[in-house]
């Protein structure tokens, strides 16, 4: 059964992963990585362009199929290896979350909105899925 994942990632943290054909998430934790599968999607969240001096950009900034069952580390450093696990991204533009409110499941009902998005990675809905990857100009698959 597929599934569909939100992973909160500033968006030069996205390019580069866009670029190498990666997600990494919650600074280079291997266990969110784990929960996926071969076939899932991932959706990058990004609150802002920077993820130490950014300007705000509340918006949906990648999306990918999970390509296969592994799950590596990486190196950026010498003494960081972040674990990574290979997507398939597809061309798709900003979705800014703001127009999306009203249709988003996962986040009805939460007094501050953002405070999800502070888990760093975590599993929607899939019409909440189609809705974020329309407004990225996506279609998912059946």
Do not use: C
Request: charged share 25%; proline share 6%.
């Amino acid at each position: 059964m597929t599934k569909y994942w939100i992973g909160t990632v500033s968006a030069d943290h996205v390019a580069r992963g866009v670029a190498g054909g990666f997600a990494q998430v919650g600074h280079g934790k291997g266990a969110p990585l784990r929960r996926m599968s071969k076939g899932d999607w991932m959706i990058y969240y990004s609150p802002k362009t920077s993820m130490t001096d950014g300007e705000p950009l509340q918006a949906f900034t990648a999306i990918g199929e999970v390509a296969d069952d592994e799950v590596y580390q990486g190196e950026m450093s010498a003494d960081f290896h972040p674990w990574r696990r290979d997507i398939d991204w597809l061309p798709a533009i900003h979705a800014p979350i703001r127009p999306l409110l009203p249709d988003l499941k996962f986040i009805a009902g939460r007094a501050n909105r953002g405070m999800i998005f502070r888990r760093g990675h975590f599993e929607i809905a899939e019409a909440d899925a189609r809705a974020i990857a329309t407004a990225m100009g996506v279609e998912l698959p059946d």
